[in-house]
């Protein structure tokens, strides 16, 4: 399975972005889906998950109310719409593919990466 990341860009505080990411097989289906960052100088970190059927969905507590993770197996894309944004945002954004159909938010779960998209949010 090979990952497209897509979206990012520069936007001021209080702003939004659509990240989207497009998968090259449908095998990508039948798995839980994540979106993790990685800001400078820190570790990878969990934002958001949604499970393969798109019925259960978790966050990460500092986007919860503001981000929001949605799949189309159809077009077997996972999008993440993130709203309010805040400088502290500022990151690397990387969808993965889970070794299951849920999507926890540990990245040894994570067995396919896409080669990230970068957030940046200007105060």
């Known amino acids: 399975v090979q990952l497209q990341a897509s979206g990012g860009g520069l936007v001021q505080r209080g702003g939004s972005l659509r990240l989207s990411c497009a998968a090259s097989?449908?095998?990508?289906?039948?798995?839980?889906v994540a979106w993790f960052r990685q800001a400078p100088g820190k570790e990878r970190e969990f934002v958001a998950g949604?499970?393969?059927?798109?019925?259960?969905?978790n966050y990460v507590d500092s986007v919860k109310g503001r981000f929001a993770i949605s799949r189309d197996n159809a077009k077997n894309t996972v999008d993440l719409q993130m709203n309010e944004l805040k400088p502290e945002d500022t990151a690397v954004y990387y969808c993965?593919?889970?070794?299951?159909?849920?999507?926890?938010?540990?990245?040894?779960?994570?067995?396919?990466w896409g080669q990230g998209t970068l957030v940046t949010v200007s105060s």
């Open positions: 097989k449908r095998t990508a289906s039948n798995n839980g």
């Open positions: 993965a593919v889970s070794r299951s159909p849920w999507a926890g938010n540990d990245a040894s779960g994570y067995n396919y």
């Open positions: 949604i499970n393969w059927r798109g019925g259960s969905t």
